[in-house]
C-alpha cells in the first residue's frame, strides 16, 4: 500500500501483513508497547521500599488492574472525541502525571500516594492500550493483526528483559541493606536505610516522567494517520442493522477470553518463584526463571511473526497455544524439581500468541463499535488481579479469600485448578466463540 496525503487511513484489505506505507506507524506503535513494558516492569521495583503488610501488598494489583476495568470503557468515549493519535498523547501525558507522583511517594516512602500514582499511570495506561491495540489490529488486513500484536508484544517484552538490568544497577548492592532491614531494630536506623533505597528511584522517575512528556508531544505532532471504519460502514448491512455492542456476542465472549488469559499469565510469573522455593532451589538461580519466561514469549512472538497469516490463521494459533498451555500446566502439576520449573517456563511460549490473536478476533467485524469493543476487551485485563487472588485463597490461610482454604490443597493443585479450566475456555474461543456474531446463537 502506498502512502496517502491524507489524513484519515481506512483499514486495510491488501494481502500483505506490513506493506511500506504501514511501516512507520508500527514503528511508533511499537515504541508505545515498549513504554508499557517499561513502565509496568520498572514500577516492580518500587514495591520493595515499602515496609508492607498482606493486605496492602494485594492493594498494589488492585490498584494497577482496576483502572484498566474501570476505565477502559470511559477510555472508548475519549476516543470518539479525540481520536487514536490524540488519545494515544493523552494517555503518555496521564502515565506521566502518574510516574511524577512516584517521585514523592519514593521520597517520603507515603503509600497512599504511590497507589494513587499507580492508579493515575495505569489510567493512562488503560487509555493507550484501548487505542493503540485496535490502531494495530485495523492498521492492516485483520488477517494478519496477530503479526503486527507479535511485532508489538517483542517491543513489550524487550523492555521488561531491560528493565530487568536496569533494576539490577539501580538496585545494587540493596540485598546487603534489606539483609541488615531484617534484623535491625532501631527504626530510626531502619527509616534511613529505606530511605537510600528509595532516592536511588528519584532520578529515575524524574527522567521517565520527561520521557513520557516529550513522547507525547511526539505523538501530537506525528504524521501518525487517523484510521476511521466509516468507510466500511456505509457497505456492512450487519453493522447498519446493530445499534448496540450487546448485539456481538464475540466481543463479550473475547471479554472473558482476555479476563481467563491474564489471569493465567500472571499466576505463571507469579507461582514459578514458589516452584523454585519449594524445590530448594538457590536464589541465584531462581531469579533467572522470570527472564526465561520472558525468552521463551519472545522465542512465540517471532514464531507467529513468520507463521501468521502465511502458514496458519490466527484461530488456528490460538488453538495450538491454549492446548500447549493445558498440557504445561498438567505437567507443572505433575513434574517436579527443574522440569516443573521448565514447564512453567514453556508457558511464556503458549501464552505468547494469545492476546496477539484474540484481540483482532474479539474486534472483527465491529465497524463503528470498534472502539468500544476494544475497551471492553480491555477491562478483561482485570483477570490480572482477581484469579491469582483466586489461587492465593487456595492455598494460603492469610490470603483475602481464605474462606476458600483447604489444608489438602497445595500450591502445584491450586496452580492447576486455577489455570487449567482458563486454557480450556481459551480453547472453546479459538474454536468457537470468536464466530458467535449473532446474538440467538449465543
Known sequence: MSDSSTSTLAPQRDTQPVSRGLFSPIVIIGVLFFMFGFVTWLNGTLIQFFDLVGEQALLIPFAFFIAYFVLALPSSYILKVTGYKNGMALGLFIMAIGCSLFIPAATTRTFGLFLTGLFIQASGMALLQTACNPYVSILGPIESAANRISIMGICNKLAGIFTIFLGAVILKNATKIEEQLKVTTDAVLKNTMLQELASRLIITYIVLTIVLVVLAIAIKMSSLPEITMEEDEADNSTVASRSSIFQYPHVWLGFICIFVYVGAEVMAGDVIGLYGKSSNIPLEVTKFFTPATLVAMLVGYIVGIITIPKYISQDKALRICAILGAVFTVGAYFASGYMAIAMIVLLGLANSLMWPAIFPLGIDGLGK?????????????????????????????????SFLYSPSIDYKLAFLICTFPCYLYILYYAVAGHKVKNPKYL
Open 369 to 401: 463499535f470498534t472502539k468500544v469493543g476494544a475497551a471492553i476487551l480491555i477491562m478483561g485485563i482485570a483477570g490480572g488481579a482477581i484469579i491469582p487472588l483466586i489461587y492465593g485463597g487456595l492455598y494460603n490461610p492469610k490470603a483475602i479469600f
